[in-house]
C-alpha cells in the first residue's frame, strides 16, 4: 500500500472541538461557524457571479464547472441544478457541463497526459468564446483546476473560482472570486458554503426568471 501523509492542520475545528462537552455542543458551534462565514461573504461578488450566468444564458453559452474531491461533487451537483432552473422556470435554461463526471474519459486523459491535464483537454473540445468556467477548489491551487483557468481565459472566456482559505492562485486569476476565507485544512466549512452559494445562486435565478414573466 501507498504510505498515507497525514497534514496536520490547525484550524477553528479544532477550536471547537476542544470547547464542545459532547456532540451536540459540536454541531451547534459547527453551524454557527458556517453562518459566521456565510456573512462573511462578499455579497456583491455572488451577486456578480449570479449576472455572470445569466448574461451567459442571454447569450446561449456553456457554462462549465470543474473540481477535485468534494469539489467535484459540488462541480457536478452545480450544473444540475442550474441546467434545472430554465425547466423550472417554463423558460429557455442555462447550458451546462459538469468535467468530472466522465470517470472513463478522466481516467483515460489523466493515464495518457497527466492528471494535470484531464480539464484542459476536455475544455480543448468543447469551449468557445464567450463560455464561463466555474472553478471550485478549497486551496485554490489545483494543477489541473488552475490550468483550466488559463486555458478558459486564453480563449476568450469568462471565468469564476469558489475558493476557501487564502484563495491561493485562482483568487488573482479569475474574472470574478468568492471566498470562504477560513484558515488552511478547513475543508468541508469551506465545501459546505460552497454548496450553500450553488442553492442560494439557483434558487434567486429560478425566482427571477419565473418573476420576469409576470412583468
Known sequence: MP???????????????KQSGDVVSYLKSYGNYLSELLAALDHDEVRRVADC???????????????????????????????????????????????????????ALANDYGYESVFTWQLAELF??????????????????????QYAKKSG?????????????????????INVKTRPGEYGPVEDVHMVLDHMITTYLL????????E
Do not use: W
Open 128 to 149: 468557445k468564446k464567450n463560455d464561463v468556467l466555474v472553478a471550485i477548489s478549497a486551496s485554490g491551487n489545483s494543477p489541473n483546476v488552475v490550468n483550466a483557468v
Open 53 to 107: 450566468f445569466l448574461k451567459a444564458r442571454a447569450l446561449a453559452a456553456t457554462i462549465y464547472f470543474v473540481g477535485n474531491g468534494g469539489s467535484a461533487a459540488t462541480a457536478s451537483h452545480f450544473a444540475q441544478d442550474l441546467t434545472e432552473v430554465g425547466r423550472k422556470a417554463g423558460l429557455n435554461g442555462f447550458r451546462t457541463l459538469s468535467l468530472t463526471d466522465s470517470v472513463p474519459y478522466i481516467t
Open 157 to 177: 472566456g469568462v471565468t469564476i473560482g469558489l475558493v476557501g482559505f487564502d484563495g491561493g492562485k485562482l483568487k488573482t486569476m479569475c474574472d470574478h472570486v
Open 3 to 17: 504510505k498515507m501523509v497525514k497534514k496536520q492542520y490547525h484550524n477553528k475545528l479544532d477550536e471547537i472541538y
Open 207 to 214: 425566482m427571477k426568471l419565473r418573476r420576469s414573466q409576470d
